[in-house]
């Protein structure tokens, strides 16, 4: 459980704010000292926009992750916060929290996580203006909450699913129920992976907020009628059409992309936990423990994540070369080149030294291997042990035939 | 100018935080939607109004709904992507021949904290520099009311849009309600108080009576407690000078300190800002 510092930013309509000669209104109301005259102040204060519809008889509740200037991140929440000092309705406070990107990472570039572990803008938040400490957080590892299948379109979401990993400008406008969708979105970044997670910036209220596209990756708006028209050029996905209008998201290209729509579109959340268990093991331990244990599609998409690194990590256990061989359906040309990259090991390198553990396996690595790939590797090693049951396959055809004929015709 | 359709201008409403202006576009409409349909109507025509688009459904009827629900609107944040809400006005009686016209005015109401600085009106308030009308509205009540913070504000706005001579300035000064009450205004509001929409047949009267007032108004900035000669002298010379009351009486507050009217809404001549811009769009 890491513990951070965040640098804090409150913002609503005070009497009076940090700044005393601006006057009553909606200002910056107490910062962090550091965040002070920063074009990172700036940013927040225009960030910090909320506005709701007249016909919004429970306000919502907005929550941002977004890039400074500065190259640090923010992460906030925004809330209805009761009267003006004019004892006008429609006041709100935005509580922002301002992370180096180092320790946003150090807490697995969850921003859900943080802002579980903050609560900001909670109620009864000091509006003195005064300079903030910052604040320091234990943000637990990140819990994978399956949203309910029936608050959304899982179809339209799936190509979210695979849009949003790439690194794309675009914003994508999520159009429908906004606690629904921040569940969805939620569980969708408990999916992606770490470095992916920090670009999908975010925002759950987008009403009258186009001029602020360019901070969010994603972006929820409640309905249609709340569209501006300055988010042409975006990727609309309202749950009235079939695909997403704006930009053409194209098909999943990679078995990664596949997998994150079959999680999201077919409800296989349960798949996520373990996904990411395994790749942390491949990449911090080179151990491809319960590789075994994941769907063909989760597999495939492991492999081609880490390619590298899952041939060292199974190279030397014949059950893990054999289990890779026999299982890897689903990519068949990524099952050919890893082949191509195992055939350039030993067969002791690939197997283990026991010969005879190894038989099944280099029965596998035969079939999902290139004819000529499979030849050259055992002419290669003809005098390892591990192969001689195999070297038949390298014989040339006479001595083959000779095989077939009986003793007393010369055959052996 | 269009040679078929409605007339359409731009109205921009300005003024500091807390001085008035979401109300006073509510009040504006509450006064066009039930009094001004009533006495402009006559056998054969009939004035409405009507929100031609999702903005102005939100800002116009929203409002409407929360002043007769006895609460008072929202106060609004600041945004850089102001949207705007366009009413269409049907009906719009011609003081000279009777001709009935209709006109789409597209409004932007934002909150008073984008024209506390240059740099945030020049992001926040593009709209300024298309807009045909202006309406500044002063809340004299409001501690941070004086002459020179109305002159600071004007000459910012000046600063951010071009060619000034060309918009119609029209200062309003709201909460008659309350400063009535005061003895330097009984001679102005007292003979209009609680005042009449007019009727397609007394509208050229009340256009005597506008002017009136608008000189009235004007003079006002020059009483002694405010001296703003300097003020006057540098505004557009079709500058146009109201009061207003936009509720008619003054709201209270309820135990959770939020404002609340004690009955519906009675504005006050706050139909002068919407006939100046109907005069100037030559419709009335």
């Known amino acids: ?412 | 100018m269009q040679l078929f359709g409605p007339r359409k201008r731009t109205v921009a409403t300005v003024g500091l935080p807390g001085h008035g202006k979401t109300v006073f576009l509510a009040g504006m409409f509450w006064d066009s939607f039930f009094a001004l349909a009533e006495t402009l109507k006559d056998e054969r025509h009939h004035y409405a109004v009507r929100a031609v688009n999702p903005k102005a459904d939100d800002v116009f009827y929203g409002n409407a709904k929360t002043l007769h629900d006895l609460s008072l609107p929202a106060a609004n944040p600041r945004t850089g992507d102001p949207q705007p809400a366009v009413l269409e006005f049907l009906g719009v009686p011609s003081a000279r021949n009777g001709k009935r016209s209709r006109v789409w005015l597209t409004f932007y109401d934002v909150a008073g904290e984008v024209f506390t600085s240059d740099e945030a009106a020049r992001e926040d308030a593009e709209y300024l520099r298309h807009a045909d009308d202006i309406i500044f509205l002063f809340d004299p009540t409001q501690p941070d009311f004086s002459a020179l913070s109305a002159a600071r504000l004007i000459d910012r706005v000046c600063r951010i849009v071009p060619d000034v001579r060309r918009k119609q300035f029209i200062i309003a000064l709201s909460k008659m309600d309350e400063l009535r009450a005061q003895d330097e205004w009984m001679e102005t509001i007292g003979d209009y108080w609680p005042g009449h929409p007019p009727s397609s047949d007394t509208l050229g009267e009340y256009f005597t009576e506008m002017e009136g007032l608008s000189a009235r108004f004007r003079e006002w900035w020059t009483f002694p407690e405010r001296r703003a000669y300097s003020f006057l002298a540098t505004l557009p010379p079709n500058t146009r000078f109201c009061g207003i009351s936009s509720l008619g009486h003054r709201p209270g507050k309820d135990a959770g300190g939020a404002l609340r009217l004690s009955r519906k809404p009675d504005p006050f001549r706050v139909r002068d800002p919407l006939f100046w811009i109907f005069r100037a769009a030559k419709v009335m």
Not at chain 1, 197 to 225: I, M, P, Q
């Open chain 1, 1 to 412: 459980m890491p513990t951070l510092q965040a640098l804090q930013h409150l913002y609503s309509s005070v009497e009076r704010g940090y700044r005393p000669g601006h006057g009553r209104g909606f200002q910056t109301v107490a910062v962090s000292r550091e965040l002070a005259g920063t074009e990172d102040l700036k940013l927040l204060e225009r960030a910090s926009f909320y506005a709701v519809r007249r016909r919004d008889v429970a306000p919502p509740v907005k929550e941002v992750y977004f890039k400074l200037p500065s190259g640090r991140v923010a992460i906030g929440r925004t809330v209805d916060w009761g009267t003006d000092p004019l004892g006008r309705e429609g006041n709100y406070l935005a509580h922002h929290l301002i992370l180096e990107t180092g320790d946003f990472r150090a807490a697995g570039a969850d921003a859900f996580a943080i802002l579980d572990a903050a609560q900001p803008a909670a109620p009864g938040t000091d509006l003195t203006p005064q300079d903030l400490l910052p604040l320091e957080l234990n943000v637990s590892p990140r819990l994978l909450i399956p949203p309910d299948p029936n608050t959304a379109r899982a179809d339209l979401l799936g190509i979210l699913a695979y849009v949003l990993p790439r690194a794309e400008a675009t914003t994508e406008v999520l159009l429908g129920d906004q606690p629904a969708l921040r569940a969805w979105l939620r569980a969708l970044f408990a999916a992606l992976q770490l470095e992916e997670r920090e670009r999908a910036t975010f925002c759950t209220h987008f009403y009258e907020s186009a001029n602020l596209r360019d901070l969010f990756r994603v972006a929820v708006v409640g309905s249609r009628d709340e569209l501006s028209p300055k988010l042409e050029g975006c990727r609309i996905y309202d749950p009235g059409d079939v695909k997403p209008s704006g930009p053409i998201p194209g098909e999943p290209r990679t078995p990664y992309e596949q997998w994150l729509v079959e999680v999201v579109g077919k409800d296989r959340w349960e798949e996520v936990p373990l996904f990411h268990a395994v790749l942390s093991s491949l990449r911090e331990l080179g151990s491809a423990a319960r590789l075994g244990s994941l769907s063909p599609e989760a597999r495939s998409a492991a492999w081609a994540l880490e390619a590298e690194r899952i041939i060292p990590a199974i190279q030397g256990d014949p059950e893990l070369v054999r289990w890779f061989f026999e299982t890897e359906e689903a990519p068949l040309a990524v099952a050919a080149e890893a082949a191509h990259k195992l055939l350039a090991l030993s067969p002791a390198a690939l197997c283990g030294e026991d010969p005879a553990a190894c038989q099944e396996t280099l029965a596998a690595l035969r079939e999902a291997s290139k004819p000529r790939d499979w030849k050259g590797w055992l002419k290669k090693h003809r005098t390892s042990p591990h192969v001689q049951p195999f070297l038949s396959d390298i014989e040339p055809v006479w001595e083959k035939l000779r095989h077939k004929l009986p003793k007393r015709l010369g055959g052996k």
